[in-house]
């Protein structure tokens, strides 16, 4: 269905662009109560994936939707979901390496905003929006127009991991790097220990 601001990537997922002026808070997501105790240690052990994720939500803009809801939030709620996962390590045989467990949220972060926006999305007037854009969706697309939408190449998928990797702060990217776990997460082939 591709009509006005509306568009099914998959049967999971479903955007919508919404004009310049919607307003939603980045920190409203840490009301998502399910995850608020892992969410208060992941503040403490990791506090600026915080930011990072912010840093992700504003390079995407406040107008995607994913399920009548922020993309990020969506995005939020299974890095939350993964990294509580990996904190209990119920499947594994103690507790996980925290430089792991960084690299789980961060590969989570990118894999999930990737999984939901691994499209080029373009109006009538021909602009277009992908993951690799400079400025937002809602600053490019006119969201009263249908929208048609491309998939991404691998390559661009990986350039896409990249770009977003790169918006992480330079002392958590110099500990993915020298853990070797940069390249596993913009490859997306970080293994699952959890």
Known sequence: ?????????????????QPLGFNRR????????????????????????????????NHIGEGILHQNRPVIW????????????????????????????????VNTIISTTVKLLGVTLSDRSGQSWNLLSDRTACEVLNADDPLTATPLTQAEITEARRLLISLLHE??????????????????TLPRRY
């Open 171 to 188: 002392r958590y990217l110099d500990i993915l790097t020298g853990t070797k776990y940069e390249d596993a997460i913009v490859a997306d």
């Open 1 to 17: 269905m591709n009509n006005s601001n509306y568009y099914t990537l998959n049967p999971e997922v479903n955007l919508i662009i």
């Open 26 to 57: 980045f920190r409203a997501i840490s009301s998502l109560n399910k995850h608020i105790h892992y969410w208060e240690i992941l503040d403490i052990d990791w506090a600026r994936t915080i930011t990072y994720m912010e840093s992700v939500y």
């Open 74 to 105: 969506s995005v939020v709620d299974k890095t939350m979901t993964e990294y509580t996962a990996a904190v209990l390590n119920v499947n594994g045989d103690g507790k996980l390496n925290n430089y792991y467990r960084l690299a789980v949220i």
